[in-house]
Nanobody, 120 residues
């Protein structure tokens, strides 16, 4: 099923930072491209970032470029999303999922997500 588990969300003030984690217990993340997505209340789920197999390339949505960084930790079998200079419009449930190598198609299952709330 290629299902992942997200963690690290929380409440943060505008301008603050959070680091989200995406972990797998049943397979090796390095073998797959992994994407981060988010869904804000009343909006469709959107792609935020994607990292290719072995971390060779990364992609970002224009809305987060320069503020978010996606990375891998092979030893921990985890993909991270470092989020800096957070804005209220970043408030959403964040999900990670296995994608195809081009980061254009989700091929894994959705997890439960982790809530990120940016508010003063």
């Amino acid at each position: 099923q290629l299902q992942l588990v997200e963690s690290g969300g929380g409440l943060v003030q505008p301008g603050g930072s959070l680091r989200l984690s995406c972990a797998a217990s049943a397979f090796t993340l390095d073998y797959y491209a992994i994407g981060w997505f988010r869904q804000a209340p009343g909006k469709e789920r959107e792609g935020v970032s994607c990292i290719s197999r072995y971390g060779g390339s990364t992609k970002y949505a224009d809305s987060v470029k320069g503020r978010f960084t996606i990375s891998r930790d092979t030893a921990k079998n985890t993909v991270y999303l470092q989020m800096n200079r957070l804005k209220p419009e970043d408030t959403a449930v964040y999900y990670c999922a296995v994608q195809n190598e081009a980061c254009t198609l989700r091929v894994g299952s959705w997890g439960q997500g982790t809530q990120v709330t940016v508010s003063s």
